[in-house]
């Protein structure tokens, strides 16, 4: 089984990638880190943010085309933690909590016509 890590270079994605190997991975299976920065570099924690043993680091940016250097299967697990992949998710959620506070307003200012008439 591969445990696929989008971002996993990150403060977050360390600490599953410890996670991981010390409670589910058993032998063979491998953990892939897939991120456009990795460990040491300028942009990660350092001390924190460190290259871990056993864990393929793969340098790539998830707004391209990705080409993957070994075969997925059915059973890999895939944690999404990349960061221009939530931030586009966060500007989605912002526009959809904008609108149910809009609409959240409307109903209210027409209750209050309601109860005065």
């Keep these: 089984m591969n445990y696929i890590i989008f971002g996993g270079s990150g403060f977050i994605g360390t600490h599953l990638i410890k996670l991981l ?5 058993k032998a063979g299976d491998k953990i892939y880190d897939l991120d456009i920065v990795m460990p040491g570099e300028e942009g990660v924690v350092p001390g924190v943010v460190e290259k871990i043993e056993g864990v393929e680091y793969v340098r790539l940016d998830v707004r391209k085309e990705i080409e993957l250097n070994f075969q997925p299967t059915s ?4 944690f999404n933690l990349a960061l221009q992949c939530i ?5 989605q959620i912002m526009r959809i909590l904008k609108r149910i506070y809009l609409v959240q307003r409307m109903l ?3 209750q209050k016509k ?4």
């Design 75 to 78: 059973n890999d697990i895939i």
């Design 87 to 91: 931030e586009h998710l966060g500007i």
């Design 108 to 110: 209210l200012h027409l």
């Design 21 to 25: 190997k010390q409670e589910c991975v």
């Design 114 to 117: 309601i109860q005065h008439k």
